[in-house]
């Protein structure tokens, strides 16, 4: 399989006699089949002045663009349609939609999920690189497991996957817990990327050994595992949640993972009104109510 850093004979870059501006970020690998998350070092600017002036806070603030690059060797892929950029090689697009009743199905998928109602599936041996982000990505291998992931954080996977809804299991839990009634399951056994809202640097991955894990905010991004997801007070009484000054806490109970995104909040708060309102420390994030 080729190094998607490596330059092709004849190439721009070689021609110019320049390096390659890209980084290898993240990667992971199964038989027949490769992820990488390529990040560029910097970006060489524009001659349009509003579009140069981002450019250059971009690379002061170190932040990069990135792109996923899937290599296949006689295998095949899922992702997201309309995330494809280009690709190069013996590679096939199919994009099976099953009859009236796959279509229904899809379009099911599409409006509990979040996720794009038909998922192109690229098939064979070559190079299939997804459109450049500034966004951020998780790479996970899962062996005969499943994950219920946020809805709108699947990004791509190897075919060996399963990626359909899940629904919870309590009204409760839809209404209050704000994830909704309905989140992207993955299951089986090969490599999943999820796009992430915050840098996977910041995200922190709780094991839980048959333990309990409470959540004051909606920053749980996946779980894995046999784990159990409701929404219960802070404490058993009225009383104690209210001198508490909490309210409703995300809950994980049973043995997995989870995955929280603690900054989530606070990129947000910043997106809305910059760095004042940040002056303090948070009291809380807030469980949806």
Not at 113 to 135: C, D, H, I, K, W
Request: net charge neutral; with cysteine.
């Amino acid at each position: 399989m080729q190094d998607p850093l490596s330059t092709a004979s004849g190439s721009p870059a070689e021609a110019t006699g320049k390096k390659q501006n890209m980084v290898l970020i993240d990667s992971a690998s199964n038989q027949g089949f490769k992820v990488d998350i390529l990040g560029y070092k910097t970006l060489a600017g524009s001659n349009d002045p509003r579009t140069a002036q981002a450019v250059y806070f971009a690379n002061q603030t170190d932040l990069k663009l990135k792109q996923v690059c899937l290599t296949l060797n006689q295998s095949e892929a899922i992702v997201e349609a309309g995330a494809l950029h280009y690709l190069h090689g013996h590679i096939e697009l199919q994009n099976p939609v099953g009859g009236v009743g796959g279509l229904g199905k899809a379009m099911l998928k599409k409006m509990l999920t979040n996720e794009t109602a038909f998922m192109p599936r690229y098939q064979g041996s070559g190079s299939v690189y997804l459109e450049p982000s500034f966004g951020d990505f998780l790479i996970y291998n899962l062996r005969n497991e499943e994950i219920i992931a946020d809805r709108g954080l699947f990004y791509c996977s190897e075919a060996s996957l399963s990626v359909g809804v899940a629904m919870q299991k309590n009204v409760s839990s839809a209404l209050l817990g704000g994830e909704g009634l309905f989140q992207t399951q993955v299951r089986g056994s090969g490599i999943a990327v999820f796009e992430l809202p915050v840098p996977a640097s910041e995200v922190r991955c709780v094991h839980l050994n048959n333990e309990t894990l409470q959540v004051d905010g909606n920053f749980a991004l996946m779980r894995s595992g046999r784990i159990d997801f409701s929404v219960e007070k802070s404490s058993k009484g009225m009383f104690g949640s209210l001198s508490s000054g909490e309210g409703l806490l995300q809950t994980f109970r049973g043995t997995g993972r989870v995955w929280l995104a603690p900054t989530q909040a606070i990129y947000n708060q910043m997106s809305m009104g910059g760095l004042s309102g940040l002056s303090s420390a948070q009291h809380s994030s807030r469980t949806t109510t």
